[in-house]
């Protein structure tokens, strides 16, 4: 699974830790940031579309959006 897809798995997970961590690792392998942060948004864009489907409800955007901010704190560190 590569960096991208581990991270886009644990905001789907609502795992904070994880996407914080994944985030990191994906950083310090190389990846750039900006990319693994255009992915990350791509997830988000994804479960808005769901939820406006009602395929899925406030409780999981909210967990995924908890996620994705912490892993976007990781990346927006490694872009300054």
Known sequence: M???S???QAILA????AA???AREAVDDGSDPVIVFDEMSGVMEDLG???AAGECFLPELVGAAEAMQAA????ED???
């Open 6 to 8: 581990a991270i886009a």
């Open 2 to 4: 590569g960096a991208i």
């Open 14 to 17: 609502y795992d904070a830790e």
């Open 72 to 75: 976007s704190s990781v990346l």
């Open 20 to 22: 914080a961590r994944l």
């Open 49 to 51: 579309v769901r939820f």
């Open 78 to 80: 490694a872009i300054k």
